[in-house]
């Protein structure tokens, strides 16, 4: 059954449930008549939030089964929120709500306060990749390297074997040079980037992968022998 339901939710786009931050208008809209019919658009972001968080502990799930079922190495990082970028963003978009709800208070039918906690809502919850960055995930098992990014509306979940990488170097990011980055922020000043045995990339589309850890040092000793 769990399996089942793994398969299920891991089926589903990810932009299809990214578009429930829509309801989050409808609440606020609602926010003081009739509030029991604005508390049915509340859950419904609430279902959306938890979608998502679902979806992520599935690919986890599936990934443990697939590739460590009996408990082999299995070796999760997941960077942290940059809190510097987070803080000032949403300053930034605090600010800049704070502006619109005072000039278009009135004019559509709400207040400022109101109006103010609907721009702020709505762009934390469908643009929260801009404020802490696109959730990114890496794992290492004994056959290869998983990545799970989303940066978005879409998500990507490569799984890199082994016997497909020539080489993994310690390096700083580069734009110019036709590297997928594959990191929760794109101003990465050190991560690692993972070159393919085949000289057209990994895929058609993925040539060379820059991803960043947000322990390098850790990610590095817990690749196999050759890698590191």
Known sequence: MRSFLDRFI????????????????????L????PNLSIIFLVI????????????AAWISTLRDEYAPNGGKFYVDRP?????????????MAAAAGLVSYF???????PAWQLFILIAGFSLLYRNYLFFGAPTTYVITASGIAVHFAPGHLDYRPFLRFDE?????RCEFKKDLGWDCFARVPECRDGLLLIPKNPRGFTKRMEKLFIAPGNVDKFQKQLPYGYQ
């Not at 926010?31 to 009739?34: A, I, L, R, S």
């Not at 278009?104 to 709400?110: D, Y």
């Not at 990488?165 to 170097?169: L, Q």
Request: charged share 10%; proline share 10%.
């Open 165 to 169: 990488i020539a080489r993994i170097e």
């Open 80 to 92: 942290p929120v940059p809190l510097p970028r987070a803080v000032q963003n949403i300053s930034i």
């Open 10 to 29: 891991l089926g589903l786009p990810r932009l299809y449930i990214k578009q429930f931050p829509y309801a989050w208008i409808v609440f606020v809209a």
């Open 104 to 110: 278009l208070s009135g004019r559509v039918g709400l």
């Open 45 to 56: 972001v609430l279902v959306g939030l938890a979608m998502l968080q679902w979806q992520y």
């Open 31 to 34: 926010w003081t008549w009739p």
